[in-house]
Structures are given as C-alpha cells and as structure tokens.
C-alpha cells in the first residue's frame, strides 16, 4: 500500500519556466516531509523540507507547499534550469523516528 | 567530511544464495536505515538501526536482516535470494534525532540471476 504518491513518473520544462511536482499522501499522522532529488548513479540528495506546521517552505529557487487538508504537497523550482533534471523523490514520516515514506518519484527535464 | 560509503556498488548473486552488503555513515552519525529501490515501486524502507539496536522495520521478509556495530557501520542481509530481489539497495545515515532528513549513499546494485 504506497501511503505516498507521485502520480506523475515524468515532467518535461522548459529552461527558465517554472517546474512543478506534486506529491499526494494518504495519512493524515504525517507530519514531516522532504523532497529528494536523485542523479543516475548517485544516491538520493535531500533538496527541502517542511514541517505539518508549515505550508510553505522557501530555499533559493525551491519552495515547497503543504496543503494538509488536501494531504498533498507540491515543490516548485524557479527558474529551471538543466541541471534540474533529475528523479525527485518526496517523502513523509510520523514524528515517532526516523521511518520515511518515499513516493515512486518524478523524472524532470529540464529542456535548455 | 566524507559521505555515506556503501560497498561494493554492483553484485550479481545467483538465486538461493545470500548476500551482504556493507554501508559506513558519515561520522559522528548514529542511526543508518536502509531501502530497497525497484522501478515504479520508489524507496522502500527495509529497516532502521540506532545505537546497534533496530529502530524500526518495514514490512519485508524474515529474509532481510541487518546489523549495526559499535562503530556505527551497518550490514544487509539477504538470504535465499530470490529474482525480485535485484534493486538498488540504499543506505542512508543521520543523527538519528526525529525531523533530520537522511544523507544517502550511492547504492549497491543487486542483480540476481
């Protein structure tokens, strides 16, 4: 049972334009969430992160918004660039340790 | 400081076998967890240590065991190899404090025939 989702496996973006990708979860005792960004060959590198408390989160181009009623959370990067493409991974966890829930990622390119 | 150094990257095991693999944190972390990535499954958390002890555990089975050492080091077991277990196994360590996000190493590459 995949408690977090990304319905998207693939974004295609333009350079400069802003990049967007979406990530829904099922429970709502999730209070914790980050986003992974992955190369090929290269493990996960953590990118941002935001607490229940929040709904929006900002670091340089990436911002990440938690809609908590909705149980969905997006990030946007502005302005893209083709160093962005890569797999983008969210993830959530209860606030009891350190177990996280990766959804099945989204591919972005970044098209120069 | 030097990151997550996981060995060896790529392992090709014959089904029936076992197989084990090694992750060393960044220093001075102490809690390493480790999943099991497949196309269209995403990551998948096998299992937690903390202080030598597991934390916490995924739902795989019995077959997958892990450990940890005093000095943090962790290993992955796995028995009885089966084709679907061939993924990219990742380990990640952290301070193991609640709301840290994970630092990642490369992976290991499990390709099981």
């Known amino acids: 049972d995949q408690q977090v989702k990304q319905n998207s496996p693939s974004l295609s973006v333009q350079e400069g334009r802003i990049s967007i990708l979406n990530c829904d979860y099922t429970n709502s005792m999730f209070d914790y969430f980050l986003w992974y960004k992955k190369y090929p060959a290269e493990g996960p590198t953590f990118l941002i992160s935001?607490?229940?408390?929040?709904d929006k989160n900002e670091d340089g181009r990436f911002t990440v918004f938690l809609n908590k009623s909705a149980k969905h959370l997006s990030l946007h990067i502005v302005p893209s660039q083709p160093g962005d493409s890569a797999v983008y991974f969210c993830a959530a966890s209860l606030n009891t340790g350190n177990q996280f829930y990766f959804g099945t990622g989204t591919s972005l390119t970044v098209i120069p | 400081k030097a990151g997550v150094t996981q060995t060896p990257r790529y392992l090709i095991k014959t089904r029936g076998q076992q197989v084990t693999l090694s992750c060393s944190p960044i220093?001075?972390?102490?809690?390493v967890s480790w999943y099991q990535q497949t196309p269209g499954q995403g990551l998948q958390f096998l299992f937690e240590?903390?202080?030598?002890?597991?934390?916490n555990k995924g739902n795989f089975p019995g077959r997958f065991s892990g450990r940890q050492f005093s000095n943090s080091r962790s290993e992955m077991n796995v028995s009885t190899l089966e084709l679907g277990d061939s993924a990219l196994y990742l380990c990640?360590?952290?301070?193991?404090?609640?709301?840290?996000?994970?630092?990642f190493g490369s992976g290991t590459r499990l390709t099981v025939v």
């Open positions: 220093s001075g972390h102490r809690s």
């Open positions: 990640a360590s952290s301070l193991g404090l609640e709301g840290y996000g994970y630092t």
């Open positions: 935001i607490s229940s408390i929040k």
């Open positions: 240590y903390f202080s030598e002890t597991q934390r």
